[in-house]
Nanobody
């Protein structure tokens, strides 16, 4: 069974940090590009960041560039998102998503463009 399980969300004050994890199982993690996508309350999905299958290529949305860092450990089948200098507007449910290497690395929040999608973890930034 394919699973993407996010963890690490929670309540944090503005300016604080959180590290999200996404544990993958049931498929060959190293053969998939990975992305983080978020959904703020009452809003649509927003693409946040992507990393290539080997980790060499990384991309970020302008809204998080310089504050968030995406990484992966293929030996542990785990994707990470280090979030620093958090703002109230970062409040959202954060999802990890997998896209097979043969389909290319994409910058999109469209669920149909991904092979697998997690259940999400809530991040709340508030004082």
């Amino acid at each position: 069974e394919v699973q993407l399980v996010e963890s690490g969300g929670g309540l944090v004050q503005p300016g604080g940090s959180l590290r999200l994890s996404c544990a993958a199982s049931g498929f060959t993690f190293s053969s998939y590009h990975m992305s983080w996508v978020r959904q703020a309350p009452g809003k649509g999905l927003e693409w946040v960041s992507a990393i290539s299958s080997g980790g060499a290529s990384k991309q970020y949305a302008d809204s998080v560039k310089g504050r968030f860092t995406i990484s992966r450990d293929n030996a542990k089948n785990t994707l990470y998102l280090q979030m620093d200098s958090l703002k109230t507007e970062d409040t959202a449910v954060y999802y990890c998503a997998a896209r097979r290497v043969g389909l290319g690395l994409v910058v999109t929040a469209n669920r149909n463009e991904y092979n697998y999608w997690g259940q999400g973890t809530q991040v709340t930034v508030s004082s």
